[in-house]
């Protein structure tokens, strides 16, 4: 008896693919995975929203500043004057940035001795809010510092 021909048949084939239980197994440690990711990034999230609405008002005023340097301290009824060019061509910001959440920021010209405000009212657009509803501006940002 040829021992060869035996042992080949009786081996058995080879397994393609994975089991339902190993496929379970991977994906349970993505779904676990998934859910570390998803709880540490979502605050990281709105933090960076934050730090976008600092440093686009921060850049607001300080082009409100230069106009007000350059225009006898007469300051700009809108924010739209920052990107308009004046008479010799010059203009203080390229463009107005929208906040994180596509809405533009508002300006408030000054009044008696309250200073000029740009404020952003957060993701709802509204005043008012918490969270990242909430509403900030330059005079609640330099007393923050």
């Keep these: 008896?040829?021992?060869?021909?035996?042992?080949?048949?009786?081996?058995?084939?080879?397994?393609?693919?994975?089991?339902?239980?190993?496929?379970?197994?991977?994906?349970?440690?993505?779904?676990?995975?998934?859910?570390?990711?998803?709880?540490?990034?979502?605050?990281?999230?709105?933090?960076?929203?934050?730090?976008?609405?600092?440093?686009?008002?921060?850049?607001?005023?300080?082009?409100?500043?230069?106009?007000?340097i350059n225009n006898g301290?007469?300051?700009?009824?809108?924010?739209?004057?920052?990107?308009?060019p004046d008479e010799n061509g010059h203009t203080y910001l390229k463009s107005l940035p929208p906040d994180p959440w596509k809405n533009a920021y508002v300006y408030e010209p000054p009044v008696g001795t309250r200073p000029y405000r740009v404020i952003c009212y957060g993701r709802d657009g509204q005043p008012g809010g918490e969270g990242e509803d909430a509403d900030m501006d330059n005079v609640t940002i330099l007393e923050r510092k």
């Design 1 to 68: 008896m040829n021992t060869a021909l035996f042992t080949r048949r009786s081996a058995r084939p080879a397994r393609h693919g994975f089991s339902l239980a190993e496929l379970m197994v991977v994906i349970v440690i993505l779904g676990l995975l998934a859910t570390l990711v998803a709880t540490n990034v979502v605050p990281m999230l709105f933090k960076a929203n934050t730090t976008v609405v600092k440093s686009d008002i921060n850049a607001i005023c300080s082009a409100i500043d230069n106009y007000l």
């Design 73 to 84: 301290n007469k300051a700009p009824d809108s924010l739209d004057v920052l990107i308009t």
